[in-house]
């Protein structure tokens, strides 16, 4: 309720990204920022939410008598999936000088914090209003503000340039919350998802996702997370493991209740994160709500192997301007981000009959995913 009594119905005519202004109740000693979650678990925030302080009430606008601050949501978000390239397309993406992030890349924010959630396998936490989420956003804010204070003198003012995009890779599957919240029991389906909730607000958003080879992604989701004894024949007993526990919650629910209830079949206990790989499952979802126009989604094999034109096709969907020779060379040459690391690397590829094991059992999702996008190159066929 409290996201109905924040967010307006409408937003600024003259910004790209939903904004809005906020009445500010607080005075010269309030600390805008003081009582922010995000503040309390991520330390790296400190030093941003001590520049933000700074000239903060000389940016409230007086309307009518009463101080207002500028709020904004994001106009785009990249929603997935982990492990498939979205900390690449972040990096490079906010290299434009059209585009504004949150302050931090991933607030999980829709999926996690506003339910309490702050690291996973961890007891819930007190939530995140609202107002800690668009604090966020207050950079980016400030620069939608500073181009129409400068704009101001025109006689037709201009509509400002400016997009926000936010990027937690949580967005497209992790439901996870829900079943603490709506008397879930094990065998039954979310009877709302974190699309809906965006949707309620945000009909017309925008959506990056970033897809890979699902088997290739599993064997990185495995590698990346810090833990001991990894080895390629950890990893093939974790899938046979995985695989047995999903077919024993297929013996009794429905695909959507094994994929969506991830506090007791997967997130918790699962050895690997097998579902994260059932691209089709969670897009079809998100498309019986936003219409296919609102997605640009990628392949991580195609962004790879020609950037520039993966981030053209990016600046076209967003309705970028062009960049010139030397912007656009800058974004495209930099190095790729979030790549494997040299101590995972040394334990090699996963093992044939991991690999065999695997493609058998995406294999189904992945040809209505491609059937879904009339797109055979979702079929990852070797």
Same mark, same amino acid.
């Given at each position: 309720?409290?996201?109905?009594?924040?967010?307006?119905?409408?937003?600024?005519?003259?910004?790209?990204?939903?904004?809005?202004?906020?009445?500010?109740?607080?005075?010269?000693?309030?600390?805008?920022?003081?009582?922010?979650?995000?503040?309390?678990?991520?330390?790296?925030?400190?030093?941003?939410?001590?520049?933000?302080?700074?000239?903060?009430?000389?940016?409230?606008?007086?309307?009518?008598?009463?101080?207002?601050?500028?709020?904004?949501?994001?106009?785009?978000?990249?929603?997935?999936?982990?492990?498939?390239?979205?900390?690449?397309?972040?990096?490079?993406?906010?290299? !434009?000088?059209?585009?504004?992030?949150?302050?931090?890349?991933?607030?999980?924010?829709?999926?996690?914090?506003?339910?309490?959630?702050?690291?996973?396998?961890?007891?819930? !936490?007190?939530?995140?209003?609202?107002?800690?989420?668009?604090?966020?956003?207050?950079?980016?804010?400030?620069?939608?503000?500073?181009?129409?204070?400068?704009?101001?003198?025109?006689?037709?003012?201009?509509?400002?340039?400016?997009?926000?995009?936010?990027?937690?890779?949580?967005?497209?599957?992790?439901?996870?919350?829900?079943?603490?919240?709506?008397?879930?029991?094990?065998?039954?389906?979310?009877?709302?998802?974190?699309?809906?909730?965006? !949707?309620?607000?945000?009909?017309?958003?925008?959506?990056?996702?970033?897809?890979?080879?699902?088997?290739?992604?599993?064997?990185?989701?495995?590698?990346?997370?810090?833990?001991?004894?990894?080895?390629?024949?950890?990893?093939?007993?974790?899938?046979?493991?995985?695989?047995?526990?999903?077919?024993?919650?297929?013996?009794?629910?429905?695909?959507?209740?094994?994929?969506?209830?991830?506090?007791?079949?997967?997130?918790?206990?699962?050895?690997?994160?097998?579902?994260?790989?059932?691209?089709?499952?969670?897009?079809?979802?998100?498309?019986?709500?936003?219409?296919?126009?609102?997605?640009?989604?990628?392949?991580?094999?195609?962004?790879?192997?020609?950037?520039?034109?993966?981030?053209?096709?990016?600046?076209?969907?967003?309705?970028?301007?062009?960049?010139?020779?030397?912007?656009?060379?800058?974004?495209?040459?930099?190095?790729?981000?979030?790549?494997?690391?040299?101590?995972?690397?040394?334990?090699?590829?996963?093992?044939?009959?991991?690999?065999?094991?695997?493609?058998?059992?995406?294999?189904?999702?992945?040809?209505?995913?491609?059937?879904?996008?009339?797109?055979?190159?979702?079929?990852?066929?070797?």
């Amino acid at each position: 309720f409290q996201l109905f009594s924040v967010i307006p119905q409408k937003f600024l005519s003259l910004s790209r990204s939903p904004c809005w202004y906020q009445k500010y109740d607080g005075n010269y000693s309030t600390d805008p920022y003081g009582k922010n979650g995000y503040s309390l678990y991520a330390k790296r925030l400190h030093a941003i939410f001590e520049e933000m302080r700074q000239g903060f009430q000389e940016r409230l606008q007086l309307i009518e008598g009463q101080h207002y601050r500028l709020r904004c949501l994001p106009h785009f978000y990249i929603i997935g999936q982990p492990k498939c390239g979205t900390t690449d397309l972040y990096d490079r993406l906010r290299l !434009h000088p059209n585009v504004q992030f949150s302050v931090i890349k991933e607030p999980h924010w829709w999926t996690r914090k506003r339910f309490g959630i702050v690291r996973l396998k961890e007891p819930f !936490h007190k939530p995140f209003p609202l107002e800690d989420y668009l604090d966020l956003f207050d950079w980016a804010a400030q620069k939608i503000q500073d181009f129409h204070s400068e704009d101001s003198e025109g006689e037709a003012r201009m509509r400002d340039p400016i997009v926000i995009g936010e990027a937690s890779a949580s967005t497209m599957w992790d439901n996870s919350a829900w079943s603490y919240f709506y008397d879930n029991v094990t065998n039954t389906e979310p009877p709302v998802l974190i699309q809906d909730f965006i !949707h309620a607000f945000q009909p017309r958003a925008k959506f990056l996702i970033m897809l890979r080879d699902p088997v290739e992604r599993l064997y990185s989701d495995y590698l990346y997370f810090a833990i001991a004894n990894k080895s390629a024949e950890d990893f093939n007993d974790k899938v046979n493991e995985s695989l047995q526990m999903f077919d024993s919650c297929l013996q009794g629910s429905s695909l959507r209740a094994c994929a969506y209830n991830n506090n007791t079949t997967f997130s918790n206990i699962l050895p690997v994160r097998l579902h994260v790989g059932l691209y089709a499952i969670y897009l079809w979802d998100w498309l019986s709500v936003f219409n296919l126009d609102q997605f640009l989604i990628l392949r991580l094999e195609d962004h790879a192997a020609n950037t520039t034109q993966s981030m053209r096709l990016v600046y076209q969907f967003l309705g970028l301007g062009p960049l010139n020779n030397e912007q656009e060379a800058s974004i495209s040459q930099k190095q790729a981000s979030n790549s494997r690391r040299p101590e995972d690397c040394s334990l090699g590829p996963m093992l044939p009959i991991t690999r065999q094991l695997l493609i058998d059992y995406y294999r189904p999702y992945n040809q209505k995913l491609a059937q879904l996008l009339s797109n055979s190159a979702f079929l990852w066929e070797r």
